[in-house]
């Protein structure tokens, strides 16, 4: 069974830190493209950051600089830390893991999202 289990969200004030995880089951973890996606109310679900295979990294411009993408493939486990946090920065943050296969068929799973509130 694939699962996805984010953790680490929370109320921040603005400027302060928080660091989500993504622990990972049920699939050959290393072999996929890893990313963090985010989705505040009433907007779409946007890219934050990926990581993938060859360590290859691209963040949202509204991130770089503060936001930090990592994998540990012995832990099956994707982070992503995030710094000097904006009210802005305030959604639901997801994971979400990609490969395209030899056949060129896209498998993408998802987990269930973990709230991250910036806020005095």
């Known amino acids: 069974q694939v699962q996805l289990v984010e953790s680490g969200g929370g109320l921040v004030q603005p400027g302060g830190s928080l660091r989500l995880s993504c622990a990972a089951s049920g699939f050959p973890f290393s072999s996929y493209d890893l990313s963090w996606y985010r989705q505040a109310p009433g907007k779409q679900r946007d890219l934050v950051a990926v990581i993938m295979l060859g360590d290859i990294i691209n963040y949202a411009d509204s991130v770089k600089g503060r936001f930090t993408i990592s994998r540990d493939n012995a832990r099956s486990t994707v982070y992503l830390q995030m710094n000097s946090l904006k009210p802005e920065d305030t959604a639901v943050y997801y994971c979400?893991?990609?490969?395209?296969?030899?056949?060129?068929?896209?498998?993408?799973?998802w987990g269930q999202g973990t709230q991250v509130t910036v806020s005095s």
């Open positions: 979400h893991a990609h490969r395209t296969t030899i056949l060129r068929r896209d498998i993408d799973y």
